[in-house]
Nanobody
Framework: QVQLVESGGGLVQAGGSLRLSCAAS????????MGWFRQAPGKEREFVAA??????VYADSVKGRFTISRDNAKNTVYLQMDSLKPEDTAVYYC????????????????WGQGTQVTISS
């Protein structure tokens, strides 16, 4: 079955960096658009970034600070997060879409369990 496993979360100070990874198995990775979403306590899950065959697309709140990339040979998608802010604190989820992907949750078919990112001020 399809599995998405996130890693790389943790606790960092504001202004710091983290790199999240999401390892996929059970699917033909190169055929899927991949996305990152996040959910802060008491808030709805929101789009962060996505990548298909072309470049990445980003939420306005992370544009210029986060970079999404993928390595099809390793079946892995990454999220490089720089200049982190306390408001970036959330559980970050990886997702896979058999279609074009996009910025809405319903466009994605598979989800990981999430990794906690906490930014201290």
């Amino acid at each position: 079955q399809v599995q998405l496993v996130e890693s790389g979360g943790g606790l960092v100070q504001a202004g710091g960096s983290l790199r999240l990874s999401c390892a996929a198995s059970g699917l033909t990775f190169s055929n899927y658009a991949m996305g990152w979403f996040r959910q802060a306590p008491g808030k709805e899950r929101e789009f962060v970034a996505a990548i298909s065959r072309g470049g990445g697309v980003y939420a306005d709140s992370v544009k210029g600070r986060f970079t999404i990339s993928r390595d099809n040979a390793k079946n892995t998608v990454y999220l490089q997060m720089d200049s982190l802010k306390p408001e970036d604190t959330a559980v970050y989820y990886c997702a896979a879409a058999s279609g074009r992907g996009g910025i809405t949750l319903r466009q994605y078919d598979y989800w990981g369990q999430g990794t906690q990112v906490t930014i201290s001020s």
